[in-house]
């Protein structure tokens, strides 16, 4: 994997970013690739990845303290992701329909009531 640096700005630190992708380039196949990896751990931290130009869909707090994210995006092809950003509730009111943002993040499985979807755990974002 080629380690990226994406520029810092006041949102979005450095960060070691393995793969800059298009969400059309999300899918099972790729989850099922990332599995073959596991386990992550220190020796072996889990890809991150970047995307860039997506825009908001939806976004809510979600916690009984509100400050976790819940966010749908959508890139200008129209495929969208489902993602959750633990601590980033602080982010929501940046997150107006039509918001346009660049997301580091980590893929994995939500499973909840029998349904099984991909979702990005968001590492951090800025607004463009």
Not at 11 to 21: C, G, M, W
Not at 49 to 70: E, T, Y
């Amino acid at each position: 994997a080629c380690t990226m640096i994406v520029e810092a700005s006041p949102l979005l630190p450095s960060e070691r970013v393995d793969a800059i992708v298009d969400l059309s380039e999300i899918d099972a196949r790729l989850l099922d690739t990332l599995e073959t990896f596991r386990p992550f751990g220190e020796r072996n931290p889990p890809p991150i990845f970047c995307a860039k130009g997506l825009r908001v869909s939806s976004a809510s707090a979600i916690g009984a303290d509100q400050k976790h994210l819940r966010l749908s995006i959508q890139s200008s092809s129209g495929r969208r992701l489902s993602c959750i950003g633990f601590s980033l509730g602080r982010l929501l009111p940046e997150c107006t329909p039509d918001a346009t943002m660049d997301v580091i993040f980590e893929l994995g499985w939500n499973e909840w009531k029998g349904q099984k979807q991909i979702q990005a755990r968001i590492i951090d974002a800025k607004f463009v």
